[in-house]
């Protein structure tokens, strides 16, 4: 074979070269720069959307950038009021005016929601027909000279146009002209606080506007009547739980924003959130949790999620606890090591090689950091390191710092772990961390194995055994739980959180260990079972009654991490309990008050219970009602 190479002309022999070249840089291309990726992408940001993050009330049509917002604007005997932006603010009581979700398709073609604005009540219902946007606007509560404003706008610098033209408004885009059409009469009023041209609707009754073409009032009710039926019929598949799903899918889609510093398209945990972080924000494990919510309904908005966020990653390779708009990153600490149990999670309903092709390097990369950073005394300890600090954060290379890596950012756990400034790691080997490592490595194998990516697949399975061996150092015999281990005394800590079933999630616990842990700590009233489940420490710790943050509250990653574990570890009494209880409590405040909870209340299952500090629409308490969905093997490829 030798001699007949040689003999090749020179010019096939360059070819060969240039086509094994290429097919080697096509293997490491990263996601968010493959061809497969671009085309999804671009799929993904067309059409109209709640896309704007500062304000629930903006709908965009994508990629032109073209939008509509809804004001409102009201008249009194001497003074006048404009109300321009709404947010979902969980401080309803401290706010002037606020927006309820009630609903949200995954497709954006219905939305719902009614702004308060002190006694003022509106509903908003939107639709989509084909490439027509329209809206409905009904006075729930109203007083007199109330009015809707509708303006026309070009965002984010996008090239275009608005005018008024007549009884309309006109955007000029470069590839789209759009045409706002009112249903009904225009008010005149001229002294509001519209930035541009706009259209002026009395709230005295129902009405709305349309894009494309006119339509009445009857004719848009009809068409939101429609989309919302089908919506309620999406919803009816999941049987006793379409509350859940209906929950789900209003938090992933309104938390769904645009991001025009990296034009992508992905779900954040709280629209309040991103306003002042300089319009969006990443969180180390929130944003893999965001990627498996959106796996209910959507495959593309799943990949896009995940691939997003580890193009969040910091220059050193790590995922950062967190990363924003505003070019701030935590560059001294990463978060809890999740986003291969995700992306997995995800694979077993979309099973696409494509996608773990896409991701796993990146995925890989951060497995190795843990190594090099975070290995102290033989185990991993969470830490925070030296690095620039250019924003004076000051939970910087100390053990707040390390906490926060921890996502667990005032548990306990943590008061009196101490902090080893030259390793730069607490003194302390974390359950919950070695834990989820474990099973980050078993996880990883199993992707390399779907990829034929041998040698790493051997190293993380040999890694993963070794995590799995060191776990036993941290079982106490007499506790009959797992605890975290002081590197500096080696005595066990008492203080405890859901985190310490963490090594179920590698599926290997033994039956007697497993089945100590679930009797004496999971169906123990003094410990973590009760009405309201998890409480991130169990009831007979001191903190408990505090019930702020990390000090006894339910926390929907906890509860769902500890699912995993169970389901994982084959004890399926516990996670089925685990699973209604979770979902019981979701659907429970969902109805209540339309809640999608930061934390929740583990004494009144409430989240607004005023002992928590708790963002009252914050995506990733759904993951509370998505375990039941799970359970009942919706998130399985069919």
């Known amino acids: 074979m030798k001699h007949k190479f040689y003999s090749m002309p020179l010019a096939v022999l360059l070819l060969l070269f240039i086509i094994e070249m290429t097919a080697q840089a096509q293997t490491n291309v ?5 061809d497969g990726y671009r085309q999804m992408k671009a799929d993904l940001m067309k059409g109209w959307g709640t896309y704007h993050t500062r304000d629930v009330l903006t709908h965009v049509l994508l990629p032109e950038g073209a939008g509509l917002s809804i004001d409102l604007y009201r008249e009194s005997r001497n003074s006048s009021d404009y109300l321009e932006e709404v947010q979902f603010n969980y401080d309803r009581d401290k706010v002037p005016a606020y927006a309820i979700p009630l609903a949200h398709a995954w497709d954006g073609s219905y939305t719902c929601l009614e702004v308060v604005w002190g006694s003022i009540i509106v509903r908003v219902e939107t639709a989509i027909d084909g490439q027509d946007f329209m809206a409905l606007l009904t006075p729930v509560s109203i007083t007199d000279s109330t009015f809707a404003v509708v303006e026309a706008g070009v965002f984010w610098n996008r090239d275009g146009q608005v005018a008024g033209k007549g009884h309309n408004l006109e955007i000029v885009t470069p590839h789209k002209t759009i045409t706002v059409w009112p249903a009904g009469a225009l008010t005149r009023k001229y002294n509001v606080a519209a930035d541009g041209p706009y259209l002026c609707l009395s709230l005295s009754e129902e009405t709305g506007f349309s894009t494309g073409r006119k339509r009445s009032v009857a004719e848009i009710t009809r068409q939101v009547t429609l989309r919302k039926d089908q919506y309620r019929q999406q919803a009816a598949r999941y049987g006793n739980w379409a509350p859940a799903w209906e929950a789900i899918s209003t938090s992933v889609n309104w938390n769904t924003i645009y991001d025009p510093v990296k034009d992508r398209i992905f779900t954040t945990v709280s629209r309040t959130w991103n306003v002042s972080r300089g319009g969006y924000t990443f969180f180390g494990w929130d944003n893999f949790f965001m990627g498996y919510l959106a796996a209910l309904e959507s495959k593309e908005l799943a990949f896009a999620n995940i691939i997003e966020h580890l193009q969040d990653k910091t220059p050193a390779g790590f995922i950062p606890n967190n990363s924003q708009g505003n070019g701030r990153q935590t560059w001294d600490r990463s978060q809890p090591p999740v986003g291969s149990m995700m992306v997995w999670e995800i694979y077993r309903k979309y099973p696409e090689k494509w996608f773990l092709e896409a991701v796993f390097d990146e995925l890989l990369a951060w497995n190795q950091w843990w190594m090099d950073k975070r290995l102290y005394k033989g185990m991993l300890c969470w830490g925070s390191n030296p690095e620039k600090n250019p924003y004076n954060d000051p939970n910087y290379h100390n053990l707040p710092g390390a906490v926060m890596e921890s996502g667990l950012d005032d548990s306990p756990m943590y008061f009196d772990g101490g902090f080893n400034r030259e390793a730069s790691v607490m003194e302390l080997h974390d359950v919950g961390l070695n834990g989820m490592y474990a099973a980050d490595c078993q996880t990883l194998a199993k992707i390399a194995g779907e990829i034929n990516r041998n040698k790493e697949e051997k190293m993380l399975r040999e890694r993963a055994e070794l995590f799995r061996t060191k776990l036993n150092s941290l079982w106490n015999e007499k506790a009959g739980i797992y605890q975290n281990r002081s590197t500096a005394t080696g005595d066990f800590s008492e203080r405890i959180s859901p985190t310490v079933f963490y090594p179920l999630l590698t599926g290997t616990v033994s039956r007697s260990k497993a089945d100590r842990m679930i009797r004496e700590y999971f169906y123990n009233t003094d410990k973590f079972w009760g009405d309201y489940i998890l409480p991130s420490v169990p009831h007979d710790d001191p903190s408990f009654p ?79 009602g998505i375990i039941p969905l799970a359970e009942e093997g919706f998130m399985q490829n069919k």
């Open 30 to 34: 990263p996601a968010y720069r493959s």
């Open 546 to 624: 505090e019930q702020k943050y990390w000090r006894g509250a339910v926390w929907a990653p906890l509860n769902f991490l500890v699912y995993l574990g169970l389901r994982n570890n084959e004890l399926p009494t516990a996670a089925k309990d685990l699973s209604k209880k979770s979902g019981e409590l979701f659907v429970k405040e969902w109805e209540r008050m339309h809640y999608v909870s930061e934390n929740y209340s583990a004494i009144t299952g409430t989240g607004d219970d005023e002992r928590l500090r708790s963002d009252r629409f914050y995506t990733w308490g759904a993951l509370l």
